[in-house]
């Protein structure tokens, strides 16, 4: 006897093919994640805000100043009298940093004691405000070396030779491009996008219209009827991926330090994974509603808890051993890994084992939590 | 419904206490060729900086397959008094911190001493949450409306029933209006939830006066809930209502926000789209009313911003909802 599979996916392909809002939408995502989203992804802060008051007026503090006004990060277009003003220009958004050099700065040292140079940053967002006190800390430090230099000031005479001996080297972003760290994060996204919602979206449409009733009553098996919906997402997934790495390839010019194959073969085992997940879930919901925020409440804990934005390292120790049960922590790792760092597959056992290991899982949970009949 | 109720709950919870920017533990390794006491000097530096975990000493051939594997992220190469510091620059901002961290501590004991002492104003902690706690309310409040009341008019035009309310004689304005208030009420119950838990539990300061505070959530509330309506005004099927609230708007609220990425350095184009997007608005007001303690006067144009926008789609659903009538 044929197989029923074939047709069963047929159907599947022109329902898919016959709905005007969804080839569409499948086709704008990696655009959209891929060519434009990596633009926005920029950690770096430019243009901080600074005011430096300076009551030192020494060849030091105005050496400080022009290092921070040629400076990339800074603008200093505003000014202040005095601290209680700058402090009022910072609540009132206009300044970000204020650096402020005490009198008699450079004298005291020379004699190594005196009161500091302040700095106070609007640390509202975290993140900007640390950012700025340490580019400023380090242009103070390199201006304040340079002055060092000239004049024979230094302390200890042999910090300067000693602290040109530490070289830095950056391995595998040598430019240090963080668009290219973020670009297969986002190729991840469009992947958790396509793979949970629209097979989670198809099951129930046929739920709520009662077509899977009549699927039901029919002698197709439930792992056919599942495969069926499943198997060309699964395709679509490596389409998808193969498009987001040409694309990143023609306009940011990023490729695979490492075998492309274990792209595909993380995105693959990624997208069995995602896809069972959601039958899972379209199994134990009754309306279409239900099902999507029950997924919509993984998904954003999927996309803000795997590493994609923040590090994981960066987490609680109980927030970090949660992650270990989120499949897309282990493809981001492979994808990250392959692409900036051509890790091998042996060195990526781990993260392969766990996603086929996460696959399993959720289609044990998909088959224990489907029932034919209601 | 009650996911509802709980799914905010846990997700401030969840995010509020996990989700960091702050770089710590950066694990490292050393290779060593000779224990000189300059280098015993440099390990026990190294050894007991916080930000620093040192995972033990490497041989040379190692370092690429230590990196590439990712068991640490730098490793610092001490030999013949030289230091080179190697790092996995693949996430570069976090490489730029972690290379700062290791050249000032191999630096302390030679370098003077550079005095600079530092304020971190409204934040003295740093912490990552007075960030993410608007951001996240700012995310939730807006997908969670808007996908309750996205399916409200399209479920009816698909089960047919939506007749039945065009030929009745009731004015389609309290059709919707009707349709908002269930909603409407479990939102002001999440809020009322939402703050309690930053207050309290995630010591979310909140400085400004709280009467401003919920007058501005409760305009978000309210325009996330018309946004929710607009959709399902303008969508033929509840899926594509689903789609577009759920999983299409998720990405832009998240990215073009400020919640993740900073919009001041946004390319020119982008910054415009993030204009039309009211998060960005609604948690850069939420800050500064809740972190920097200002009044409705320090607020006014995020609040008239979202005002506007909610006249724009409510005025906009009606209309749509005003065509099928004809």
Known sequence: MRSILPILMRKEITQFRRSKVLPRLVVMMPIMLVLIM?????????????????????????????????????????????????????????????????????????????????????????????QGIQYATQTIISAVTEIAAESGLIVDPTSNSSSSLITIQNRYNPTGNYRHFMLPALMIIVLLLVCTFLPLLNIMTEKEHGTIEQINVTPVSRWEFVLAKLIPYWLLALVLIGLAMLLAWAVYGLVPAGNPLQIFLGAFLFSLCMSGFSVTIANISNTMQQAIFVLFFFVIQFMLLSGLFTPISSMPIWAQWLTYAFPPRYVINIFRSVYLKGTLLTELWFDYTMLTVLAAFFYTLATFTYKKQN | MMIVLIMPVI????????????????????????????????????ENNPYITLTGVIEERDVDKMLRSGKVSAVVMMRDGQRNVVLDAANSSMSVSAGSYITSILRSGTMMPLAVTTYMRHNPQLKSAYNFVPGVMGLIFILICAMMTCVSVVREKETGTME?????????????????????????????????????????????????????????????LMLG??????????????????????????????????????????KQISYIVPARWFIEAVRKVMVEGLAMSGIIKEFSILCVMTIALFAGSIKKFNDRLE
């Open chain 2, 11 to 46: 997700l401030l919870m969840l995010f509020g206490f996990a989700i960091s920017t702050e770089i710590n533990d950066i694990p490292i390794a050393v290779v060593v060729d000779e224990y000189t006491p300059e280098v015993r000097h440099d390990l026990t530096a190294l």
């Open chain 1, 38 to 130: 990596p633009l926005v992804t920029q950690m770096d802060i430019k243009n901080i805000s600074v005011v430096v008051l300076d009551e030192d007026r020494s060849l030091l503090s105005t050496r400080i100043e022009s290092h921070l006004a040629n400076s990339d990060y800074f603008r200093t277009q505003e000014s202040a009298y005095d601290y209680n003003q700058a402090v009022e220009l910072m609540d009132q958004g206009h300044v970000d940093l204020i650096v402020s050099i005490p009198a008699h700065f450079e004298r005291d040292m020379r004699n190594g004691h005196g009161q500091p140079i302040s700095l106070t940053a609007n640390a509202v967002n975290a993140t900007k405000g640390g």
């Open chain 2, 164 to 224: 039945v309310l065009l030929v009745s004689p009731i004015k389609p304005i309290y059709i919707v209006l009707a349709k908002m208030v269930p909603y409407f009420i479990l939102s002001l119950i999440n809020l009322a939830t939402i703050l309690l838990l930053s207050h309290f539990v995630l010591d979310m300061p909140i400085s400004g006066n709280l009467p401003t505070l919920l007058t501005l959530c409760v305009l978000y509330i309210i325009l996330s």
């Open chain 2, 229 to 270: 309506l607009f959709v399902s005004t303008m969508a033929q099927s509840q899926v594509v209502a689903l789609l577009i609230c759920a999983m299409v708007m998720m990405i832009p609220i998240l990215m073009l926000s400020g919640m993740m990425f900073p919009v001041e350095n946004l390319p020119p184009v982008l």
